[in-house]
């Protein structure tokens, strides 16, 4: 073989080596990407509104072992909103999550999702059962409007008028801008979500209500979610009896409170967290 041409070959090589495994399966979405990182069962990690890949990163490294899929939302964490630029965000991402468990092969990978990602992954193992093989919901009801004391139905009219005014004037989308960048600061990747991604999605979630299909979810299922510490001003037991009541027709639902902690429980309680997932993840 001529220099040239093993230079050339061997260039090819190396860049194949290195790219993501998503990227040479052939899976491409306008909605989400992948990146893949080690080797092992299959674990898919969907983060939440705003939010970047990055935060599963501390849990990665501290659970080997695995290969994860590290999903990112088109539109958030400065990702461009591609083909979320209109439309439903939410469902359609789990449609796209689910035809990447397909396309890629992947045979009955565990899920984990925070927040929004928590929506997506219930969306994916209830709408398609037989493509999952372990679902983690982290910090998410399945009618997100509970969070804030009301149902799907009844927050409509707040949701629309508040989608309207946030993405319908300057005003309302530098109020909206300025919100975001508030979450973690300017450095944080959030800071850099499109706004009117953000404000549809959280729309579409404030109106989602996947009660009536939680018992369609076969998977064995973990919900964790935060109890905030004593003098937050937060209700503990009401928390717990919410959490008890909103999954008490998931078949396969185990719920596990975590103590002490804010939304991002693997961030204020990360060794307690890693603990939980790697409970879950031996389990398979």
């Known amino acids: 073989m001529k220099r040239r041409e093993f230079l050339l070959s061997a260039g090819a090589a190396a860049l194949a080596a290195l790219a ?29 509104l705003t939010a970047s890949r990055d935060m599963w990163e501390g849990m990665v490294a ?6 994860y899929h590290l999903v990112q ?15 439903d965000v939410v469902a359609p991402v789990a449609a796209e999550v689910a035809r990447y468990i397909a396309e890629t092969g992947l045979r009955a990978p565990a899920l984990i999702g925070h927040s929004m990602g928590g929506t997506v992954a219930m969306m994916v193992a209830a709408r398609h059962p037989a493509r999952v093989g372990r679902l983690m919901v982290v910090d998410m009801l399945p009618a997100p409007a509970g969070l804030f004391g009301a149902s799907a139905a009844g ?4 949701a629309d008028s508040l989608r309207d005014v946030l993405t319908g004037s ?5 109020l909206l801008e300025s919100l975001i960048g508030g979450f973690g600061g300017a450095a944080d990747p959030a800071a850099k979500s499109d706004s009117d991604v ?9 109106l989602t ?11 064995p299922m973990a919900v964790v979610y935060a109890v905030p510490p004593a003098g937050s001003g937060a209700d503990a037991g009401r928390i717990v009896r919410d959490y008890k009541a909103a999954y008490a027709s998931a078949r396969t639902a185990e719920l596990i409170p975590v103590k002490d902690s804010g939304h991002m429980i693997m961030y ?16 398979r």
């Open 155 to 158: 927050i409509r009219p707040l």
């Open 268 to 283: 204020d309680q990360p060794a307690r967290f890693r603990s939980i997932v790697r409970d879950f993840l031996q389990a």
């Open 73 to 87: 939302v088109a539109g958030f964490a400065g990702d461009p909103a591609r083909g979320n630029a209109s439309g």
């Open 198 to 206: 953000v404000a549809r999605a959280m729309h579409e979630l404030a």
């Open 209 to 219: 209500d996947l009660t009536p299909e939680l018992s369609r979810i076969a998977a």
């Open 170 to 174: 300057p005003g309302g989308r530098r």
């Open 20 to 48: 993501p495994a998503a990227a040479r399966s052939g899976f491409a979405s306008s909605r989400l990407s992948v990146v893949v990182r080690g080797s092992g069962p299959d674990v898919i990690l969907i983060p939440g």
């Open 62 to 67: 501290a659970l080997p072992g695995y290969r």
